[in-house]
Each structure stands twice: as C-alpha cells, then as structure tokens.
C-alpha cells in the first residue's frame, strides 16, 4: 500500500510562489505516472499538473505557464513549483496517480492565496 504525504502549503499573497512536495512510500513510485489535484470548498477536485513515469508533463489550462511538475525518483518525491499565485487557486493540494485507479488519497496541503 502506497502512503503520500503533501507539505509545502501555506498562505501567501496573490503574486507570490510556493512549491509543494509529495513523498510517497514503497519502490513502485518510479513506474507510475503522477499528478497534482486540488479541491476548493464547494468544488470537485481537480487535476492541475501531471508528470509521466518518463518525465513528460501537462498542465490544466488555468495553471499553464504558472505552474511547474517535476520529480526525483531517487527520493519517491513529486514537487509542484506554484509562481504567480491567484486567490483562485486556493484549495487543499493533493498528489496521487493519474488515471481512474488511485492510491490512497493523503490529507493533503492548504494553499490560501490573498488577494
């Protein structure tokens, strides 16, 4: 059973950056394809960033040239680099494997943006 864990979240104001990071136990990490999610009060969760088990990354168009997914197999991590922060993008983040089969989903990481 794979366990995530999301840090990096904090309150910061519009304009400003924060970067996420998600560690995940267990060795098979590395062969998965990974995503980052949000969910704002009120709304479905939603998947803003995605990385392939090779590297090859897509973005939702709301965080395009804002946002930046990356990770480091050697430490299970997946990070998510927010610049430009929007109060639109505040939600709780959450990592997990893209597509309809998921791990266990975390507790996830609030980010308030001020305006």
């Known amino acids: 059973q794979v366990r995530l864990v999301e840090s990096g979240g904090g309150l910061v104001q519009a304009g400003g950056s924060l970067r996420l990071s998600c560690v995940a136990s267990?060795?098979?990490?590395?062969?998965?394809?990974m995503g980052w999610y949000r969910q704002a009060p009120g709304k479905q969760r939603e998947l803003v960033a995605g990385?392939?088990?090779?590297?090859?990354?897509n973005y939702a168009d709301s965080v395009k040239g804002r946002f930046t997914i990356s990770r480091d197999n050697a430490k299970n991590t997946v990070y998510l680099q927010m610049n430009s922060l929007k109060p639109e993008d505040t939600a709780v983040y959450y990592c997990?494997?893209?597509?309809?089969?998921?791990?266990?989903w975390g507790q996830g990481t609030q980010v308030t943006v001020s305006s």
């Open positions: 267990g060795s098979i990490f590395r062969f998965n394809d």
């Open positions: 990385i392939t088990a090779g590297g090859s990354t």
């Open positions: 997990n494997r893209l597509g309809r089969v998921t791990f266990s």
